[in-house]
């Protein structure tokens, strides 16, 4: 049968402590505090996380406008632009208006496109790589003119001579 121990009496299995079993209590709290970093670590990456989340990606979200709807396309009638080495390219456009636009001056359009084109070799604007990079700036410049009106261009006449 066991008997009750008294304090500093010797363990039943073989007489004193070694020092090495002594240092062991000692250890656990190393170890305890490592996994508390840890555990803290993780939570504070995960609420910096959240916070990037929901502050950051959420305006992003909040900012960016739906696309407009398309309206109407509006002609604007073919016109004659000279080119490099006596060349001349004949340009009709369409616009694609949003549906919030109705009615637009050509004569914007018509200058963009003129001053665009002109003095181009009949190479650069006949090749399609170089052609859609016109045709892109020319939307791009078209939107900031109109403000906004104009959402696309399509070529309706293109002929070079």
Not at 11 to 20: E, N, V, W
Not at 35 to 42: A, D, P, Q, T, Y
Not at 66 to 87: C, K, Q, R, W, Y
Not at 96 to 108: C, F, R, S, V, Y
Request: hydrophobic share 45%; glycine share 8%; no cysteine.
């Amino acid at each position: 049968m066991n008997a009750p121990q008294r304090p500093g009496a010797a363990q039943a299995g073989g007489g004193i402590k070694p020092k090495a079993d002594a240092a062991a209590p000692e250890a656990e709290p190393k170890k305890s505090k490592k996994k508390l970093f840890v555990i803290v670590g993780i939570v504070v990456v995960a609420l910096a996380a959240a916070a990037y989340y929901f502050l950051v990606m959420g305006k992003e979200a909040e900012a960016a406008e739906p696309a407009p709807e398309p309206g109407e396309v509006f002609t604007v009638e073919a016109m004659s632009i000279n080119l490099a080495d006596g060349h001349y390219l004949r340009l009709g456009l369409g616009l694609q208006l949003t549906a919030e636009a109705h009615e637009l001056d050509a004569a914007k359009a018509r200058d963009a496109a003129i001053v665009l084109f002109s003095g181009k070799s009949v190479e650069e604007v006949s090749d399609p790589e170089s052609r859609d990079a016109l045709k892109g700036e020319l939307a791009h410049q078209l939107d900031e003119l109109y403000e906004g009106e104009v959402m696309g261009v399509y070529l309706t006449d293109f002929v070079t001579q």
